[in-house]
C-alpha cells in the first residue's frame, strides 16, 4: 500500500505524512543510536519499580469499549500497575473512572470485575456508600460518630477519561496528551471502520508472558521478524510491503496489503478468498490490516472485518500480563463468520509464536550477559519506541549500572 492512497481516502493524514514532522521523527528517533536498551532495562527490579511509577502510572490506560458500558450503572474494574479503578457510566449517562477503594479505610469497593451497581457503591468492611458521581452519600450513624465529616470530605478519587472512536481512557497521571488528541491525526480512517458501533466478539482475556512489557510492545513494531517466526502472515502479507508512519506523542501506524497473488497455506488462502467487501470501506482498503501502537503500552489491529484491542501491563521485572478485547460489527453471514473465524485462527497461530519467541529472548536476557544488538535503520517504529523508552529513563537519570545513554543526535545523511 503506497502512502499515496491515502490522499483518497484521509486526506488530512496525508498531509501529516508528507509534512516534515514525519521526516523529523524518523531523524528523532535515531537520536540515541541504532541500538535496543541494555539486559537491564528488561530484568532489573529497579526498572520494573521504576516503569511502574514513572511510565505506566503517568500515562492514558485503555480501560474498555463503550460496548461494555451498555447503560447507566453499568462498571467494569481493573488494575493498572498496583492502582484499582472502577469506570462506570453514571445516571446521567457519562463515562467515569474511581479509585476503587474507600477513602475511609481503603476497602475495595467493588469485587466483580463488572456487572450493574445499583444506587451507590457500598464499602462492604464499614457500610460507607457513594454515590455513581464519586460523592459520599452516606456513613452509618453519621451524625453520632462522625460528626466532623462533612460530605465533601470524603469523595471517591476520581481519574480523568478520555473517550477515542469507542474506546474509553483512563489518565493514572501525568501530563500525556489525551488519544483523542495523539491520534487525531488518525481519526479520518479509522471512523471508517465504525469502531463506536461495534460490539464484542469474545470477552475480554487476559494471558500471561514470561517476558517483559517493552519487549513485548517493542516486538509489535517490528516487522523484519516475520518470514522467520510467522510463515502464515509471510504468507497473507509479506513484510516489505507495508506503509509505516511515525507521529507525535510516541505513535507508530502500520498498513499491511495482502499480496495480490493467491497465499500459498490453507488458512491464509481461504480467509483471502473469502473475506467479503464492507459497506463504508473503500477498495483501497479492503484487503489491508492495519495496526497502531500508542506508547506506553497500547496497540489496536484493525481488520476489515474486525478489531482487536491489545494492552501490555507490567506484572514483574520479565512478565506480563497481555489484555485482549475483540471487536465486530453486528452483522453477520457466513462469508463473514467464516472470515473471523479464519482471521482468528491465524491471530492464535501468531500469539503462540509470538510467546515461544518473547520468552527465549527474555531467558536471554535473563543470563545478564547479553548486550543490546543493532537495529535497522529502517525499522523506525522500534527506533522511535526505544526514544521514547531512553528520553524517559534520561530525564529522571536511570541508567544501567556502568553504561551511560548518549543523548547527542547523531548525525545523520540525507539523500
Not at 457519562?94 to 481503603?106: E, I, L, S
Not at 483471502?272 to 500508542?294: A, T
Not at 531512553?390 to 543526535?409: C, D, I, M, N
Request: charge should be negative; proline fraction near 7%; charged fraction near 20%.
Amino acid at each position: 500500500m503506497n502512502p499515496e492512497n491515502y490522499k483518497h481516502i484521509s486526506p488530512n493524514l496525508y498531509q501529516h505524512i508528507l509534512s516534515s514532522n514525519h521526516e523529523r521523527l524518523k531523524v528523532e528517533a535515531r537520536k540515541f543510536g541504532h541500538v535496543s536498551l541494555e539486559s537491564w532495562y528488561f530484568t532489573s527490579s529497579e526498572a520494573h519499580a521504576f516503569d511502574l511509577r514513572e511510565i505506566i502510572r503517568k500515562s492514558w490506560q485503555f480501560a474498555c469499549h463503550v460496548s461494555m458500558l451498555p447503560v447507566p450503572s453499568s462498571f467494569v474494574t481493573m488494575n493498572f500497575a498496583g492502582l484499582e479503578i472502577i469506570v462506570l457510566r453514571n445516571h446521567q449517562g457519562k463515562h467515569k473512572a474511581f479509585a476503587n477503594t474507600c477513602p475511609h479505610r481503603g476497602a475495595r469497593l467493588v469485587k466483580e470485575g463488572s456487572g450493574l451497581l445499583s444506587r451507590s457503591m457500598l464499602c462492604p468492611v464499614h457500610g460507607w456508600s457513594f454515590g455513581l458521581d464519586g460523592e459520599l452519600s452516606n456513613i452509618p450513624r453519621w451524625k453520632e460518630d462522625f460528626p466532623h465529616v462533612a460530605k465533601n470530605d470524603c469523595k471517591l478519587r476520581e481519574y480523568p477519561v478520555d473517550l477515542f472512536e469507542g474506546m474509553l481512557f483512563v489518565q493514572l497521571g501525568g501530563e500525556a496528551p489525551p488519544p483523542s488528541i495523539t491520534l487525531d491525526g488518525f481519526k479520518e480512517i479509522i471512523s471508517l471502520y465504525r469502531i463506536p458501533d461495534m460490539m464484542l466478539s469474545y470477552l475480554p482475556e487476559t494471558s500471561e508472558f514470561q517476558a517483559n512489557w517493552k519487549l513485548i510492545m517493542e516486538n509489535d513494531r517490528n516487522a523484519d521478524h516475520i518470514p522467520c517466526i510467522h510463515p502464515e502472515y509471510n504468507d497473507l502479507f509479506g513484510y516489505r510491503g507495508f506503509t509505516e508512519v511515525l507521529y507525535p506523542h510516541g505513535v507508530w501506524h502500520a498498513a499491511l496489503p495482502m499480496k495480490q497473488r493467491t497465499p500459498k497455506l490453507w488458512t491464509s488462502r481461504n480467509y483471502q478468498k473469502l473475506l467479503p467487501k464492507f459497506d463504508g470501506i473503500p477498495d483501497v482498503l479492503s484487503d489491508v490490516w492495519m495496526n497502531f501502537n500508542v506508547f506506553p503500552n497500547f496497540s489496536f489491529f484493525i481488520h476489515p472485518e474486525a478489531v482487536d484491542i491489545m494492552q501490555i501491563i507490567p506484572s514483574g521485572p520479565d512478565s506480563s500480563i497481555i489484555r485482549s478485547v475483540g471487536l465486530k460489527m453486528d452483522v453477520t453471514s457466513r462469508e463473514i463468520e467464516a472470515a473471523r473465524y479464519l482471521a482468528g485462527r491465524l491471530d492464535e497461530m501468531v500469539f503462540g509464536q509470538e510467546q515461544v519467541m518473547l520468552e527465549g529472548l527474555q531467558s536471554v536476557l535473563n543470563q545478564g550477559n547479553f548486550s543490546a544488538g543493532p537495529v535497522s535503520a529502517t525499522e523506525y517504529g522500534v527506533l522511535d519506541y526505544n526514544r521514547c523508552l531512553f528520553e524517559t529513563y534520561e530525564k529522571a537519570g536511570v541508567r544501567a549500572p556502568g553504561h551511560r545513554l548518549s543523548v547527542q543526535p547523531l548525525e545523520i545523511a540525507h539523500g
